[in-house]
């Protein structure tokens, strides 16, 4: 069998003793590929798993292959047991992979069967997923994650380790039929003649050749660098809103996708009369619905900043960029409120507006400013501590501020 592999690369080959990476295994010491072992033995089958630790390091060491190895214990309070050793091992190989920083990518044995029992899931669950089947390259944990065997079947894995007399064992749980995916792959994918299987795979590819046209579409009529139209978003099928969330999550690499429950729940928010609405994605991410569009927000507190100008000049940060030397007066700022400081609004602030001192926040709620954005734009306060310029906020503001003022927003999509 044939790795379609850069041997310039060096891989970690997550192994599991079992026939499919252990297949791998020995495809990568025939062809000569340069790669290191990582292996997790949960101590989860008594003396199964340690049989299964002892025979794989004695076949690493036989081929001067090094092994990672990492003992994990599961214990009920986890939840699911499959849950938590996949998250288990990938955690352990982002270790890896960020400790050594000499690997090009995590190889992991997923093969045909596996896109089969994948795509079969989706479709008895009624998954709009962001890939039909499995793709060849990922990321997982912002680690790139290849998949070199998706063209090849469990059983040609198998015979290939009998016939190459690599060591494997089968896992006893994988014949467990309370698990769905073994029932899928037992009593249905086991089953299948040559026919229905092309037929099957022929399938998924068109499923996909689908989904990549409607993301193209959905692509060329959104910019994902600015906050989405909600209005838009609205005159969206179902179909082409949870692809449009999907394709907005990946900008910020999260690739689970949303279940259709969720999907559901955010489409109601987009559609409340409540101006300012979070929800929250997990415990880093959120989506955030301000007026008319729809961000995606990390979540926590926005960034603080405070800086002084002693003299109309030049400046630039993260935040601000301003060119205040052309002129002796800038948006009513004059010579003598100088030394100036920039921060954000505070919630007390207030601001003379036509003669009369106003609220900073009655006065952001009147403008139409997204609550996350109130949290971090800048005024500009004297040496006697009055706030003596507010930069206007308009939803199209990066179009419209003069250009000796710049507000920049960096982290806020």
């Not at 479709?123 to 063209?151: D, S």
């Not at 994988?174 to 769905?180: A, I, S, T």
Request: proline fraction near 4%; aromatic fraction near 14%; hydrophobic fraction near 35%.
């Amino acid at each position: 069998m044939y790795l379609s592999l850069d041997k310039t690369k060096k891989y970690l080959l997550a192994c599991s003793f079992g026939p499919d990476s252990m297949a791998l295994f020995g495809m990568l010491l025939e062809a000569g590929y340069l790669f290191e072992i990582a292996y997790v033995d949960y101590h989860y089958r008594g003396t199964e798993s340690d049989e299964e630790t002892r025979n794989l390091l004695a076949f690493a060491t036989q081929h001067n292959i090094y092994v990672h190895l990492h003992n994990a214990h599961y214990e009920t309070k986890y939840g699911n047991f499959e849950g938590w050793a996949r998250k288990e091992r990938y955690n352990f190989f982002k270790h890896i992979y960020d400790l050594e920083k000499s690997f090009d990518s995590v190889l992991v044995a997923h093969h045909q069967d596996d896109v089969l029992e994948t795509y079969l899931l989706q479709k008895r669950r009624r998954n709009r997923p962001l890939y039909y089947g499995m793709q060849n390259a990922i990321k997982i944990n912002n680690m790139p994650v290849l998949r070199p065997l998706l063209e090849v079947s469990k059983s040609q894995l198998r015979m290939y380790c009998l016939a190459n007399e690599i060591p494997f064992s089968d896992d006893s749980t994988n014949y467990d039929l309370k698990y769905e995916r073994n029932k899928i792959r037992h009593e249905y994918i086991a089953k299948l003649n040559v026919a229905k299987r092309t037929n099957l795979l022929q399938e998924i590819k068109d499923r996909n050749a689908n989904l990549e046209n409607l993301r193209s579409t959905l692509k060329s009529d959104f910019d994902f660098s600015s906050p989405l139209d909600i209005t838009k978003l609205k005159k969206l099928n179902d179909d082409e809103f949870a692809n449009l969330i999907f394709m907005l999550l990946e900008t910020r690499s999260l690739f689970r996708p949303l279940s259709k429950k969720s999907l559901i729940e955010l489409q109601k928010m987009l559609s409340s009369a409540k101006p300012n609405i979070e929800w929250n994605i997990n415990d880093k991410w959120m989506f955030a619905k301000a007026y008319k569009n729809l961000y995606l927000l990390p979540r926590g507190p926005m960034p603080s900043y405070e800086y002084t100008i002693d003299r109309p000049k030049k400046f630039q940060s993260d935040f601000i960029q301003l060119d205040f030397t052309t002129k002796t007066e800038h948006h009513g700022i004059r010579l003598l409120d100088y030394p100036l400081i920039i921060r954000p609004a505070k919630r007390d602030d207030n601001y003379l507006v036509g003669g009369y001192r106003k609220s900073v926040l009655r006065l952001f709620i009147d403008w139409k400013m997204p609550r996350h954005i109130r949290d971090i734009w800048p005024v500009f306060v004297n040496k006697s501590g009055v706030i003596v310029y507010i930069p206007r906020y308009r939803a199209d503001y990066k179009k419209t501020l003069d250009s000796d003022l710049v507000i920049h927003l960096p982290f806020i999509c």
